[in-house]
């Protein structure tokens, strides 16, 4: 046999094409049940912290209470003040040695720990690649249960630039040595905000 009648013969092998269901078809794509310990559950296996409030108030205590009060700290949320004024840097590189970024999350995607995060929250956009700890809010009414509702919420917005960040950087190398902050931030806490905590 040739091998232009193998292939001729693997062609017309095909089975037909069928659509793939939609997501909500497959039991995916809904509120998860107890979605807030998943998502606390899943952002404590990739190596961040959590930390649940009831307002900003106490995530200002937390960042007053944890951070070395010479911490060069860095905040897009109102409420939760910094002591570098990101309006007043032109140049990024300038943030270089920046402990703490203090940001907003649009939402929290329970299946994997992600959150979504957009420039226009940010300031500078390099803002969570260059802290050495990043500081993230979100509301616990913002969580979705996984990657399809997330990406539903991302594309009915018509955003810009914007990332799902999981946790502190992680890298491993051939040996599989897992390495925590090589190419990015060390650490991150996610403060769940809820008034019903």
Known sequence: MSRATILDAIRRAQPALKPLPEPAALGVGGRMENSISQFVAT????????IRGRSLEEAALWLREN???EARLASTVP???GNVD???????????????AVFPARFG??????????????GHRVLPMIAEQLFMVVRAADLVADMHEAYRRVGQAGLGFGLFLAGPSKTADIEQCLVIGAHGARGATVFIWDEVV
Not at 43 to 50: C, E, P, S, W, Y
């Open 43 to 50: 952002l404590d296996f990739i190596g961040a912290r959590v």
């Open 79 to 81: 409420g939760l003040p």
């Open 67 to 69: 951070l070395p009060a």
């Open 109 to 122: 995607v329970c299946e994997n720990g992600a959150v979504w995060v957009e420039e226009s929250d940010l």
């Open 86 to 100: 990101l309006g007043a840097v032109i140049d990024p590189h300038l943030l270089e040695g920046l402990h703490t």
